[in-house]
């Protein structure tokens, strides 16, 4: 079966979109339970933050950074879609969302090196 529309640019965006929410749904309980963890001990906290500051889980927290851009920046340029006409450039707003997420995830990154 032949799929031609989910070769289009704002298929893909659509699916970042809709991807970036399910992993962010799926972090969120862990943040709650970290949340949790500070307010029992602090020696717990104290385990944690410091297991936060192996090199990998900063190449995690990028990804969620990044996720959490691509959502943010996927949902206006669905608003824009709602509310605004429409624009021959939907096209490359959605790559622009795509590299303002990835620019403000590598400055996290970087920031966190």
Not at 8 to 28: C, D, K, N
Not at 54 to 60: A, E, G, H, S
Not at 62 to 84: N, Q, S, Y
């Amino acid at each position: 079966m032949v799929r031609p529309h989910r070769n289009q640019p704002l298929w893909y965006a659509y699916m970042a979109h809709r991807i970036s929410g399910v992993g962010l749904a799926i972090f969120l309980p862990l943040h709650f339970y970290v949340l949790g963890m500070a307010l029992e001990s602090s020696a717990s906290l104290d385990g944690f933050l410091n297991w936060a500051q192996l090199p990998m889980v900063k190449l995690v927290e990028f990804g969620l950074v990044f996720a959490l851009a691509v959502h943010l920046f996927g949902g206006l340029r669905l608003l824009a879609l709602e509310f605004l006409p429409w624009s021959p450039w939907h096209k490359t707003y959605a790559a622009l969302a795509v590299a303002v997420s990835f620019f403000i995830a590598c400055s996290f990154l970087l920031n966190a090196v």
